[in-house]
């Protein structure tokens, strides 16, 4: 007998992907509503994964709620930041796999932001060779972007998440209420990757931002459930037509060529990943204007709304030299040569390199001076 949903604003978008396929389910309260759960594939084990921050807000109240569907539920409590996104943590997840007895059915539960994520699907991916896994995200950036399309890894000391394999989640619950307890700053970075969204598939979700963008910000459900249903509506569109990569997913990548290189010239964790992505998108609008591909009033209305959405919009002057080195080790460079996600029209992106004089003139426009 299937439970009551408790639960509000009750969405759910399909990941079409033949026998891979899954649904991200949105709503408020699905964590602790024992009806998100019915549809956990069949384990005698299963195995949260979360960190430290996450664990002692949320951890529980994802134990209750699917208590009754395995035997024995463990928890374990990775450290928190980007900076443990390494081998290293990575292991701690095999150790209580390994210490736990857990056979090849047991279902890992990534309860968290994106590191977690990444981390769990990772493990999930490798143990036994695969075993089932649930994205449960609790960040803005996690919900419309991380959890879906089945990207999974860890950074290298030598390049970020240039270690991993596709492997994709059996569901993934996005509970919009975890989101009120996010710091600001992550909050204002999550909007970023929604933003991204507006340009590069959608010039009417940019019309919807800017008419919501404070409703966004006081963190109204129906704004966040808005956001978030279209944002994974998006990204579940060009995952299903490009799962690997291999063409149209990489404009998903929109202000990250430079935005990647924001984070890794200042060391990481100085700026968020949203942040330097918000800037990295400003940068890519100027590309994209000085290419001749739109009008300098989009680039003008993309930067006030970034700002609008609590975003630096102005890089930090690493120098162009620094900048295009950096740039240069991008996954999407090919032969050296930098690839950049530009805008040919409002709604409609493509990968396209450029003249290093026109990306020194970008550089040298959006940064602020030494
Ligand atoms: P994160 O996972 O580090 O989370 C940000 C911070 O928020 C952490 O301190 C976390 O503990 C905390 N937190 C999480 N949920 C919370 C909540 N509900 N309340 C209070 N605090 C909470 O960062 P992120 O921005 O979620 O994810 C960034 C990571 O995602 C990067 O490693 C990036 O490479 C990866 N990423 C992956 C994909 C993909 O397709 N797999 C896409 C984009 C980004
Ligand atoms: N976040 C980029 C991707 O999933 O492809």
Avoid at 197 to 212: K, Q, R, S, V
Avoid at 256 to 261: I, N, V
Wanted: glycine share 10%; with cysteine; hydrophobic share 45%.
């Amino acid at each position: 007998m299937s439970a009551a949903s408790t639960a509000s604003v009750l969405q759910e978008i399909p990941v079409d992907l033949g026998d891979r396929s899954y649904p991200i389910t949105i709503g408020a309260g699905l964590l602790a509503d024992a009806s998100t759960w019915e549809r956990v594939p069949q384990a005698s084990q299963g195995l949260i994964v979360t960190n430290t921050t996450v664990a002692s807000l949320y951890a529980e109240r994802l134990e209750r709620a699917i208590a009754s569907r395995h035997a024995a539920v463990h928890r374990v409590e990775l450290p928190d930041g980007e900076s443990h996104k390494n081998w290293q943590t990575l292991n701690l997840i095999f150790d209580a796999l390994l210490q736990h007895g857990c056979d090849r059915k047991t279902v890992l539960y990534a309860l968290g932001g994106g590191v977690v994520g990444d981390m769990a699907g990772f493990a999930a991916a490798s143990y036994m060779r695969g075993v089932p896994f649930i994205q449960v995200p609790t960040t803005l950036l996690a919900q419309v972007d991380s959890s879906v399309g089945g990207k999974t890894g860890i950074n290298h000391p030598l390049g970020k998440n240039m270690i991993g394999a596709f492997y994709q989640p059996a569901l993934v619950v996005c509970d919009i209420e975890t989101l009120s307890t996010l710091p600001p700053r992550e909050f204002s970075a999550g909007l970023a990757e929604v933003i991204k969204y507006g340009p590069i598939a959608d010039a009417g979700l940019l019309d919807w931002i800017e008419a919501n963008v404070e409703s966004l910000m006081r963190r109204e459900t129906a704004a966040l459930a808005h956001a978030v249903r279209r944002s994974c509506e998006i990204k579940a569109w060009v995952v299903g037509q490009d799962e690997r990569e291999s063409g149209l997913r990489a404009i998903l990548n929109f202000g990250h060529t430079f935005g990647h290189a924001i984070e890794a010239g200042l060391g990481y964790g100085e700026w968020l990943h949203g942040e330097a992505v918000g800037c990295g998108m400003v940068m890519a609008m100027h590309l994209s204007h000085r290419l001749g591909l739109v009008d300098i009033s989009w680039v003008e209305r993309m930067t006030a709304l970034l700002r609008r959405a609590g975003l630096p919009t102005v890089g930090p002057q690493l120098g162009p030299d620094r900048y295009l080195e950096l740039m240069r080790i991008d996954k999407k460079a090919e032969a050296g040569q930098i690839k950049f996600v530009v805008i040919d029209r409002p709604g409609s992106a493509s990968l396209r390199s450029a003249p290093d004089a026109l990306v020194r003139e970008v550089i040298d426009q959006c940064c602020r001076p030494g």
